[in-house]
């Protein structure tokens, strides 16, 4: 669910609508942009009605989000998230290979691993320390 505020909400009616929201166990978002703030519900919504929602103070209109990964999606943050994993940047313009065993066998196997990743452009190194199995004797 996304409450869109009105242009002249307060910060007081904004901690009103934050407390009535965490009061039910519900994860609220803020997000403050140049001409409106919005506020992202995650949770159990059968928790409050719109009608709730929209009789807050300061609340402009209710809407709410059909897509299943409400934190990933576009109406939430409309900027692109680039990731730093120490000098790597992951997201929009820039490209990182990460590459690696599924399991890791031993220290000398790895460093070549990695040596040949390296060289392959790889920016980034994984490996797998533990695999279960269906079975504990499955393990290899």
Do not use: W
């Not at 928790?47 to 409400?70: C, R, T, W, Y």
């Not at 120490?86 to 000398?108: D, L, M, Q, T, W």
């Amino acid at each position: 669910m996304i409450l869109v505020l009105k242009t002249d909400v307060s910060e007081k009616e904004i901690d009103h609508i934050l407390t009535f929201i965490k009061e039910r166990e519900l994860t609220p978002h803020i997000s403050r942009g140049t001409e409106r703030t919005i506020i992202g519900i995650i949770g159990d919504e059968r928790k409050f009605s719109e009608e709730m929602l929209e009789a807050l103070p300061g609340v402009e209109k209710v809407l709410p989000i059909l897509q299943p990964f409400k934190l990933v999606g576009r109406e939430i943050q409309k900027e692109d998230t680039i990731l730093e994993a120490g000098n790597v940047k992951i997201g929009e313009g820039y490209f990182s290979v990460i590459a690696g065993p599924c399991s890791v066998e031993g220290r000398e196997p790895y460093l070549e691993i990695a040596r040949i990743a390296h060289q392959a452009g790889a920016k980034m190194l994984r490996g797998g320390a533990f695999k279960p199995r269906t079975s504990p004797y499955d393990f290899q």
